[in-house]
């Protein structure tokens, strides 16, 4: 059993940064991978980004490659993702979840947060 628990959303202006992290409990979060997934109102949730188990491997949705990126302290049980460059389009709740790395690029994860607010004001 994994629990996730996401802060650090907020207000920022376009072009200011943000550092998302999501807390876990659970002594199997080390061994999952953590995807990071957004949903704007009216819109479908989307990918984000992802890492793997050991932060070996990273992977990107294109609206934020270059922008984003993520990372995880493995001692701390905490994945991040930090949001430079950021833009309007960027507004979302941002959800963290954590499985097996096919799950969680997929958005089937068996576990998620309950999301943080980010909003972009121009």
């Known amino acids: 059993q994994v629990q996730l628990v996401e802060s650090g959303g907020g207000l920022v202006q376009a072009g200011g940064s943000l550092r998302l992290s999501c807390a876990a409990s659970?002594?199997?979060?080390?061994?999952?991978?953590v995807g990071w997934f957004r949903q704007a109102p009216g819109k479908q949730r989307e990918f984000v980004a992802s890492i793997s188990w050991s932060g070996g491997a990273t992977y990107y949705a294109d609206s934020v490659k270059g922008r984003f990126t993520v990372s995880r302290d493995i001692g701390k049980n905490t994945a991040y993702v930090q949001m430079n460059s950021l833009k309007p389009e960027d507004t979302a709740v941002y959800y963290c979840?954590?499985?097996?790395?096919?799950?969680?690029?997929?958005?089937?994860?068996?576990?998620w947060g309950q999301g943080t607010q980010v909003t972009v004001s121009l």
């Open positions: 659970g002594r199997s979060f080390s061994s999952y991978a």
């Open positions: 979840a954590a499985d097996r790395w096919g799950a969680v690029l997929s958005g089937t994860a068996s576990w």
